[in-house]
Nanobody, 124 residues
């Protein structure tokens, strides 16, 4: 069982940055691949980024590639999403998710545990 709590969201101007954090409970955190997803108003939840259990492999959605960076600190049970050059289209609730398998996947149904989300609003 893993519990996830996101933080770090907020209101930022276009071109700005935010660092989202996800705190995970559980002693087996390092066995899980982790992902970030987002959901904008009126839209379906979509994949943003994922990282394997060791942190050595990452995968990004095309829309954020080159602007966002996912990382993890297994000693602290933390996952991060550094978001740079934010655009109004990035406005959404951002969710942290854990997959009880060390391999990266992008599908929502591949993830077993979800946080409550943190709101990111980018003004133009």
């Amino acid at each position: 069982q893993v519990q996830l709590v996101e933080s770090g969201g907020g209101l930022v101007q276009a071109g700005g940055s935010l660092r989202l954090s996800c705190a995970a409970s559980g002693r087996t955190f390092s066995n899980y691949a982790m992902g970030w997803f987002r959901q904008a108003p009126g839209k379906e939840r979509e994949f943003v980024a994922a990282i394997n259990r060791g942190g050595g492999s990452q995968y990004y959605a095309d829309s954020v590639k080159g602007r966002f960076t996912i990382s993890r600190d297994n000693a602290k049970n933390m996952v991060y999403l550094q978001t740079n050059r934010l655009e109004p289209e990035d406005t959404a609730v951002y969710y942290c998710a854990a997959r009880s398998n060390p391999i990266i996947r992008v599908g929502i149904r591949e993830y077993n545990y979800w946080g409550q989300g943190t709101q990111v609003t980018v003004s133009s």
